[in-house]
């Protein structure tokens, strides 16, 4: 039975329990099954075709019997029956997935045990080949996702909707309101939001803090003019706060108190200065807790060079949040695939974990050059949010001809030793 198992239906699995759950509405469809159109949407985000049009011709071409056409397909990609279900099918995949503790950056932090941390941002793309605005120009079409810092799972937000040229990322949020930007978090438990500086809007924060137990974290704006209230104390002598040039209570023009921390980065030589509304929490743990967004430019990483993301699919909304939700689903299969590769056979990407112990030792010496002392979060090492495209490659290619789950795995293990292409 072992032997019969294949690849392409072990990948799936995950997708299968969730499309499978009681909170998922079906409907049958003579032409694109909803499970179809689910395997279609990641295909298409796995592998490079020049169009919709190329990707149809594809499934056309190497399935047995298929009644994809052209047509069908677009309008599968228009659906807002579609659209609700791919996102509620991502939203139980992430909430069935239970992640290593390995992989959480901040075991260990008993701080930050009430809180559920995540890292947004805004990411553009190419316009879709058709799609035109009002003015009768084009602009590139702007997503905002959301990475879940403890265990790496991906959601999309939303798409921006201009009524004129772009909508500021700020606005989208405010549009999205406190429960989406919870991501779905029980009732009761905090959240923390890390975000570039487009986020800052104190009198939002006051009321996304106070009213749905939601905190932000990001850095200060050069021209911001905050009123220094008073120092607060934090341990100096705690290694996690190694770093720290100040801490403090700031006020804004209209009263809300805010908390301003001045970092020293010893490994970059720079000094950082990050604000936030999150009082009961070391000042060396919110910079770390910033430092770790970078996993979502990592992943955008991925979306453009892994998972040809070039330009949107469609010039709807609908068609554009699809294919957004595709990117996020296909990125947390193959995170899952790649921890139960690791649970159940014992293969790690060794290459990549060399990689990450070598530039540990880089940032020690860095900082021991410098003559400060070593930040205990700062040389923390936590697991890649990237697979490698060696290991994406392969899975690819496996997948395209069927190949059996033991075949998979007996060729994966040489992938992942060190690299051979």
């Known amino acids: 039975m072992e032997q019969l198992k294949t690849l392409k239906d072990e990948f799936f699995k995950p997708l299968n329990d969730a499309f499978y759950s009681p909170t998922i509405q079906q409907r049958k469809s003579v032409n ?36 994809l056409t052209v047509s069908n397909y677009f309008n599968s990609q228009r659906s807002k029956r579609r659209l609700n279900q791919v996102k509620k099918v991502n939203e139980v995949l992430v909430k069935n997935y239970t992640s290593p503790v390995d992989d959480n950056p901040f075991t260990g932090l008993d701080c930050l045990d009430n809180y559920a ?52 990322e700020i606005k989208t949020l405010k549009r999205l309101g406190a429960n989406a930007l919870r991501m779905g978090e029980a009732i009761g438990k905090k959240v923390i939001m890390v975000y570039d500086r487009a986020i800052v809007d104190f009198e939002q924060w006051h ?26 104390e934090f341990d100096k002598n705690n290694a996690v706060n190694y ?10 023009s209209k009263g809300t108190l805010i908390r301003r921390i001045v970092y020293y ?33 990592k992943i955008y990483d991925t979306f453009k060079n892994y998972y040809f993301e070039s330009k ?24 899952m695939l790649e921890r139960r590769v690791e649970d159940e056979e014992g293969i790690r990407d060794e290459k990549i974990i060399k990689k990450q112990a070598k530039r540990r030792d880089e940032v020690i010496l ?22 490698s495209k060696q290991f994406l490659r392969y899975l690819n290619n496996k997948i395209s001809i069927n ?16 690299y051979l292409c």
Not at 133 to 145: A, T
């Open 243 to 252: 770093g720290i040039l100040s801490d403090n209570q700031v006020g804004t």
């Open 117 to 168: 941390i995540y890292a947004a941002d805004g990411h553009y793309h190419e316009h879709a080949a058709h799609d035109k605005h009002s003015n009768g120009k084009n602009y590139p079409v702007g997503h905002i996702f959301a990475i879940n810092l403890r265990d790496q799972t991906v959601t999309h937000l939303d798409v921006a909707r201009p009524l004129d040229k772009k909508e500021h």
């Open 207 to 232: 009321k996304w803090k106070y009213g749905s137990g939601l905190y932000m974290v990001t850095e200060e704006k050069k021209n911001m003019k905050l009123q220094n209230l008073g120092v607060l």
């Open 312 to 335: 949107a699919w469609g010039k709807t909304d609908e068609a554009k949040c699809q294919q957004a939700l595709f990117l996020c689903i296909t990125h947390n299969l193959n995170l």
């Open 366 to 387: 860095k900082i021991i050059k410098n003559a400060r002392p070593i930040n205990s979060l700062a040389i923390k090492t936590c697991r890649s949010v990237q697979r």
């Open 32 to 67: 694109i099954s909803d499970w179809d159109h689910l395997t279609f949407g990641v295909t298409r985000s796995m592998m490079y075709f020049e169009s919709g049009r190329s990707f149809v011709q594809k499934i056309i071409d190497t399935a047995i019997e298929s009644k």
């Open 403 to 418: 190949t059996c789950w033991s075949d998979f795995i007996q060729g994966l293990r040489p992938y992942m030793d060190k």
């Open 265 to 297: 980065d010893s490994e970059r030589n720079r000094t950082f200065t990050f604000i936030t509304n999150v009082f009961n929490v070391p000042p060396g743990v919110i910079a770390f807790i910033y430092k770790k967004r970078w996993m979502v430019e």
